[in-house]
């Protein structure tokens, strides 16, 4: 577990938000996880070899169609590029997540002092406060008195827009608050892109925080509003994947693609809509998602 911490403690959901706990920091989630896949069959080695032959089989497939050498050159050109910088991306989103860790561990350092000294009430306070507000009250310059009531507007704004209906294109000046409320139109099927090719039938689970998930069993169905990779470990036995925002290249679909289970995206409040413990079939090819 040690050895974990130090190559993959830096990861958690919402990595790239400054108050998340890191996996280092509560291993809970990941020792759910290892639970899981205890009581599973899933195997993602022998998945990823499974995944490794279906992708050479459809480069030879591709290749046989194509006519001329430079044709055949151009495209092996072309993967070898796509194959060396999706994982230059992952490596240098790794290492950005790494910085931000390390922002976090700052500080956390600098909270405690603040709370010692009695400048702040609670440690994650400093979270609600601006990098030049945290400068200014270590320099003396921002006295205490002076930002309590912004803390305290800034919680309550996080809590407002964490339940707002916000357009995916804004022209113009973007609407007031009050008009961006949820309103939800149940549905007996939605409409996505297929980014993941399949068919699948199983039990949805909505999870909105990985590390809040309720039971989740091998194949049954992720429904979540976006993923990245504090997500990954719910891919190993999931069945199938569903999310409100992402595109061809967001991460989901590339581990969705990486383990051959069947994704729709781009699905509009999928996780208002769907229930957990419903039943729903999803059509990777043609980016459907049936309710029953």
């Not at 050895?3 to 108050?19: A, H, I, N, T, V």
Request: net charge negative; aromatic share 6%; glycine share 8%.
């Amino acid at each position: 577990m040690e050895k974990f911490k130090e190559k993959c403690g830096d990861r958690c959901s919402q990595e790239l938000e400054l108050s998340v706990p890191r996996w280092e920091e509560n291993l809970d989630f990941v020792l759910s996880m290892i639970a899981m896949y205890t009581n599973s069959d899933a195997n993602p080695v022998k998945t990823m070899e499974e995944q490794k032959q279906k992708r050479a089989e459809a480069k030879e497939k591709i290749f046989k169609k194509l006519k001329t050498p430079v044709e055949k050159l151009l495209l092996k050109k072309i993967l070898e590029k796509a194959e060396q910088y999706i994982v230059t991306r992952e490596n240098l989103k790794t290492t950005w997540v790494r910085g931000v860790s390390a922002l976090r561990t700052l500080y956390l350092a600098i909270a405690d002092k603040f709370v010692e000294k009695g400048i702040l009430k609670e440690r994650d306070d400093i979270f609600y406060l601006k990098m030049t507000e945290v400068s200014e009250i270590i320099g003396g310059t921002l006295k205490k008195g002076q930002f309590e009531e912004s803390i305290e507007k800034r919680k309550q704004e996080k809590i407002q827009c964490e339940h707002l209906d916000v357009p995916e294109v804004v022209v113009g000046t973007p609407p007031p608050i009050e008009e961006l409320q949820y309103t939800v139109e149940p549905k007996a099927q939605l409409e996505g892109t297929g980014c993941s090719a399949g068919i699948v039938t199983g039990k949805a689970i909505v999870i909105l925080d990985p590390t809040k998930c309720p039971e989740f069993a091998e194949g049954d169905i992720l429904v979540a509003p976006i993923t990245d990779p504090g997500w990954t470990p719910l891919f190993v036995t999931a069945g199938g994947l569903v999310m409100e925002l992402g595109g061809t290249l967001s991460h989901g679909v590339i581990i969705a693609r990486e383990y051959g289970m069947p994704a729709v995206v781009g699905v509009k409040d999928a996780t208002k809509i769907i229930k957990t413990g419903q039943i729903i079939t999803i059509d990777g090819n043609n980016g459907l998602v049936s309710l029953r």
